[in-house]
């Protein structure tokens, strides 16, 4: 596999830019914009590097709740060399995520994972229930503050969500689940 760019935040956001992120609406404005902040997101809560590249990326493969793949899976490959295997296997995780299959179990130890697109199911490695818990994080939360709606509708649900996985991510990932989702004190 050849060398990583020496700058792959850079090579991704001009190939998100490419295929269109910047002109693909989503809530809170574009699809790029989204991504960046579930980027930065990660950084403040002090994610590693691979996680972050991961964050800038994970919808090039559509998900589960945004069908939107501005990349193919066929075109794996392209992705692997500008944000390295370890970043681009994060992102297909959470690409590949059935949620419905998925979130019951998804904190418990022998979690089962649903991949989407081929129907396997396997077992995740800790780590991996880690990267894939604070990626939801960072992504929910990101749209729960661009979108009152979202986050009238779906606040509660996401709090107990990651009330549920609390013991997956990280303190402050946790500590800003709670302050952005939680119904404010006047609420019924």
């Known amino acids: ?11 991704a956001l001009r190939l998100l830019d490419d295929l269109g992120a910047s002109a693909t609406p989503h809530p809170g404005g574009t699809l790029g914009a989204h991504l960046q902040r579930v980027q930065q997101q990660l950084g403040h809560w002090a994610a590693r590097p691979a996680l972050q590249l991961a964050g800038l990326c994970h919808a090039f493969y559509g998900t589960d709740g945004f069908a939107t793949a501005p990349l193919p899976l066929a075109e794996r490959s392209r992705l692997r ?4 295997a370890e970043a681009e296997a994060i992102v297909y995780l959470y690409a590949s995520c059935d949620r419905g299959a998925t979130y019951p179990t998804l904190a418990e130890a022998d979690a089962v994972f ?6 396997r199911t396997f077992v995740p490695a800790l780590r991996s229930r880690q990267d894939f818990a604070e990626l939801s994080a960072a992504n929910e939360l990101d749209i729960a503050r661009v ?8 606040g509660a649900h996401l709090l107990a969500f990651f009330a549920r996985l609390r013991p997956l991510l990280s303190p402050q990932a946790w500590q800003d689940c709670a302050a952005v989702l939680r119904p404010p004190r006047n609420h019924r």
């Open 1 to 11: 596999m050849p060398p990583l760019p020496a700058d792959p935040v850079s090579a």
């Open 147 to 154: 979108d009152a709606g979202f986050r009238e509708r779906s």
């Open 81 to 84: 060399e500008l944000i390295g």
């Open 114 to 119: 649903r991949d989407r697109f081929t129907g």
